[in-house]
C-alpha cells in the first residue's frame, strides 16, 4: 500500500528601506534590513483572512522612539524586536499613518498603500507596504534636522506594522516590529518607508510504501 506524505512549510520575512525623497533626483537611503515578524499573532491574521473574516489584516504603520538609547560616549545600544507576547507593542509607539488604501480613514491613498506582488511560477509572494512622512508629518516637528537630541518625540529608531481592530484606529495587534540607528523628522525632511511582507511556501513531497 503506498501512502503520499506532503509537509508544507511557510515562511514569513520582513524587510524595511527607508529613505530621504527630499531630494528626488538623489535620494538617500537611511536603513535597509530585514525585520523581525510576529510569528503568533502574524499566524492568526492569516488564518482570518483565509477564512474571510476581515479582522487583523494589515492596516497602520506605526513609528516609535523607544527602540536604542545611546550611552554618554556615543555608542547606540539596540533594543531586541518587541515580538513575544499577543499585546506586545512598540516600545514607545509615537505616531501612525493608516497603510490600508481602501480605508476612508486612509488621507493619501496614493502614497500610503499597500500592493501585492508576485512572479508566476514562484513559490513567494509580497505585500509591498509603501508609506510616505510628508512634510508636515507629524504635527509640531522641528523646522530641521539639526536636532542634538536621540530620544525627541520625533526621533524615530522604531517601527511596526499593526492590524485592523474593530475596537478603532491603533489598537489592532502588532504583527512585525524593526529597530534601527535614530532618525529624525522635521519639516525639512520628506522621508519613505518601503516594508516588504514576504510570504513564502515550501513543499516537500516525499513517497512512503
Given at each position: 500500500m503506498g501512502m503520499?506524505?506532503?509537509?508544507?512549510?511557510?515562511?514569513?520575512?520582513?524587510?524595511?528601506?527607508?529613505?530621504?525623497?527630499?531630494?528626488?533626483?538623489?535620494?538617500?537611503?537611511?536603513?535597509?534590513?530585514?525585520?523581525?515578524?510576529?510569528?503568533?499573532?502574524?499566524?492568526?491574521?492569516?488564518?482570518y483572512n483565509l477564512a474571510?473574516?476581515?479582522?487583523?489584516?494589515?492596516?497602520?504603520?506605526?513609528?516609535?522612539?523607544?527602540?536604542?538609547?545611546?550611552?554618554?560616549?556615543?555608542v547606540i545600544n539596540y533594543l531586541p524586536a518587541n515580538v513575544n507576547t499577543q499585546n506586545s507593542n512598540l516600545y514607545n509607539p509615537t505616531f501612525y499613518k493608516i497603510i490600508d488604501d481602501t480605508s476612508d480613514l486612509n488621507t493619501?491613498?496614493?502614497?500610503n498603500n499597500m500592493t501585492i506582488r508576485h512572479v508566476p511560477g514562484t513559490v513567494y509572494t509580497d505585500i509591498l507596504v509603501t508609506c510616505l512622512m510628508n512634510y508636515g508629518e507629524p504635527a509640531g516637528q522641528f523646522a530641521f534636522d539639526n536636532s542634538t537630541q536621540t530620544d525627541g518625540t520625533f526621533v524615530f529608531d522604531?517601527?511596526?506594522?499593526?492590524?485592523?481592530?474593530?475596537?478603532?484606529?491603533?489598537?489592532?495587534?502588532?504583527?512585525?516590529?524593526?529597530?534601527?540607528?535614530?532618525?529624525?523628522?522635521s519639516l525639512n525632511r520628506l522621508i519613505q518607508i518601503d516594508y516588504t511582507v514576504r510570504i513564502q511556501t515550501l513543499t516537500n513531497l516525499t513517497n512512503q510504501v
Open positions: 503520499s506524505n506532503e509537509s508544507l512549510q511557510s515562511i514569513i520575512q520582513g524587510f524595511i528601506k527607508i529613505t530621504d525623497v527630499t531630494d528626488s533626483e538623489n535620494p538617500s537611503v537611511l536603513v535597509d534590513k530585514k525585520n523581525a515578524i510576529h510569528f503568533e499573532n502574524m499566524s492568526q491574521a492569516l488564518a474571510n473574516k476581515k479582522t487583523n489584516f494589515l492596516y497602520e504603520m506605526h513609528f516609535g522612539n523607544g527602540g536604542t538609547a545611546v550611552d554618554p560616549t556615543g493619501d491613498p496614493i502614497r522604531e517601527l511596526g506594522l499593526r492590524g485592523w481592530s474593530s475596537a478603532g484606529p491603533g489598537t489592532g495587534k502588532l504583527l512585525t516590529h524593526v529597530v534601527f540607528h535614530p532618525i529624525q523628522k
